[in-house]
């Protein structure tokens, strides 16, 4: 898994008013898109999350979105979010979100659920089933909003 970088005569030559952004963001003629993306064994690039959205779980790089994905797969849950959460030792695991479709679903069975078809780190430690997901005007998760 990897940054994605992009240039091109379409590209930005700047964000306004953003100099700590800009610095951040651009490298020459380069731009740092803040996106993880993997490469298949077929060539083809799969987004894997924002950068600042990805967890990193003992070393290894996390995408909420393939836990959310793995949870969607199940018939109980019509929508998923996943965030990190500090343990007790302070260290970084999955948290997860869940809108379920019914009542007769638990944690634990969904966590092994997820623990069926992901590697065990990736699994989410905690699953809160909430009524709805916090979301921006356009429909995506505000996944700061579940941080806190």
Request: glycine fraction near 8%; charged fraction near 25%; include cysteine.
């Amino acid at each position: 898994m990897g940054d994605l970088y992009v240039a091109g005569p379409s590209l930005t030559t700047g964000y306004w008013n953003r100099s700590e952004l800009n610095r951040e963001a651009f490298d020459g003629p380069w731009m740092h898109s803040g996106d993880k993306y993997l490469r298949n064994e077929s060539g083809a690039y799969v987004y894997c999350g924002r950068s600042d959205d990805l967890l990193k779980v003992g070393g290894i790089y996390v995408s909420p979105m393939e836990v959310e994905n793995a949870l969607l797969e199940h018939e109980a849950v019509a929508e998923a979010a996943v965030v990190g959460q500090a343990d007790g030792d302070k260290l970084i695991k999955p948290k997860a979100f869940v809108v379920a479709k019914t009542t007769d679903i638990t944690e634990q069975a969904l966590i092994e659920y997820v623990a069926t078809r992901l590697a065990a780190y990736k699994r989410p430690r905690w699953i809160e089933f909430v009524k709805q997901l916090p979301k921006t005007a356009t429909g995506k998760i505000q996944r700061f909003k579940l941080r806190q």
